[in-house]
């Protein structure tokens, strides 16, 4: 098994460990890369990945019931089996430790480990126990997120998002997770990317739990931002040692023209993707052209509630990905011009690193209080195929390295960047698009769970074990 997963840090397949690809990802000399304390991870999602959906007293959630319901999800893929890292995560921690990653962001499914009332359930606690145990164990650095979009049902039942509940249900999960958990973890997020849970979720019904009003993403997004603000104290209090952070998407939104009214659309559309989840975290206020762009939409905010949503971080997760060309619509917003001739990937998505630089040194000037950041996720997908048990994925190569040189240019204008998880360690379960877009750094095949190391994820093994070498 020469593409075996255990051996690959020592047994570097013949292209690569001649030197031949190396220059294809390794960072230049002078890049801020080559520094030891800048943490290189690979990052996931415990629904894309789990499988497991009935077992030890997991309850359903709304992922569960979205990608049951016909025509939600592409080819009516769910996430029941995934990658089956519920039963694999041994050889899926070795196969990490494998590739010399120094840190794993996962994500902890809270229909596992509460029922209804509130009791924990030891099972689904002892699942991720054993699993942040044993990365600690092999030097590891932990991100933990408390919640990558997998709401338990009953909540949804009650309102899920739109029920202001729900925000102090989920202080009370970060509670029993914080106790339980102190000690293993280095780093919670509380959420990941709200503004995908509340656009894509109550906006525009493109995830679970499938609803859309542009009203409902709004009071999604406070109640949401509210629950993490209302989780970091609580994780504070019991878990002194560890940082505290979120992760929030953001967007580049780049005019299709010089002219004003273009330029301010492209201002709207950083307005709406970003400023909506930095400004309330670090501003304690909600910009105020969002709501000119829908007017009516502005959620029910009580007193209180933006001190508690800019409670001070530790860090911020940073997750990007693509650009948006947009164009004034005629009216206060903007729409989306995609440019032709440019490069993209599987998933349509323009690749455009210097997005990436460009909305770090942005964020810099803006916000005086910018917390450390870690980029935690950036990747693509490609259409990957096992060849003679390798997988060439030169566009994710030259991807990784580019974006990379982005981070190594924004550290280099002063932003405190400590940190980059590649999205992802495997192939998985991608939402709406199910198993068919390829993300991971190793290759899935879902009718044998085999996993297959990909080039790009030899090269960067190959990075860290020089870089280790030099200390
Ligand atoms: C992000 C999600 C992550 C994954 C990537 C491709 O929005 O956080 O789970 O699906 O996109």
Known sequence: MANDASVVSDTLSPAVSKGSLADLFTPPADSTLWRKNFLLGAATASYQIEGAVNEDGRLPSIWDTFSATPGKVLAGDTGAVACDHYHRWEADVEMLVSLGLEGYRLSIAWPRVMDAAGVPNRKGLDFYKRLLNRLKEKGITTFATLYHWDLPQHLEDRGGWLNRETAYRFADYADLMSRELAGTVDAWATLNEPWCSAYLGYGNGHHAPGLADDR??????????????????????NDPASQKGIVANIGRGTPNSDSAADQRAAHLFEVQHNAWILDPLLK????????????????LVLDGDMQTISAPLDFLGINYYFRTNVASDGAHGFRDVPLEGVERTQMGWEVYPDGLRDLLTGFKRTYHNLPPIYITENGMASDDQVTDGH???????????????AVDQAVKAGVDIRGYFLWS??????????YERRFGVVHVDYSTQKRTIKRSAELVAKFLKERKARA
């Open 216 to 237: 409902f993403a709004t009071q999604a997004m406070h109640h949401l931002l509210l629950a993490h603000g209302l989780a970091v104290p609580v994780l504070r209090a």
């Open 391 to 405: 997988v060439e994925d030169t566009q994710r190569i030259s991807f990784l390295k580019r974006h990379l040189a």
């Open 425 to 434: 360690l495997m192939d998985n379960f991608e939402w709406a698009f199910g």
């Open 284 to 299: 304690g206020s909600y910009p105020q052209d969002l709501f000119e762009l829908w007017p009516g939409t502005e959620p």
